[in-house]
């Protein structure tokens, strides 16, 4: 049964378009490592693998160690991380989009 944590690392990892396999080698883990992380409950990982798989990920690894939040906050997280890094006026394009679709997003 996967575990909070185990639940952030995939919907992350997912979100990204990191396979296991890609997740593994940016954080200098297993791909085993991470399938057992993401799926089970693994004793509890140290402090430095989640330091690595908090940088591969872009979070910070308190993100991924705090069970308050929520798992679909990821992909809101994730959103707002590349909306800050966007230029300008791509940001106010995306402003407009949003000023149409309104509140309800349609």
Known sequence: MATPLGEKIRTLRKSKGFTLDRLAELSESSKSYIWELENKDPPRPSADKIAKIAVALAVTPDYLITE?????????????????????????KIRKMLDVMGEDGE
């Open 68 to 92: 308050e939040v929520a798992v679909e906050d990821a992909t809101d997280t994730a959103f707002f991380r590349k909306y800050r890094r966007m230029d300008p006026g791509v940001k106010e």
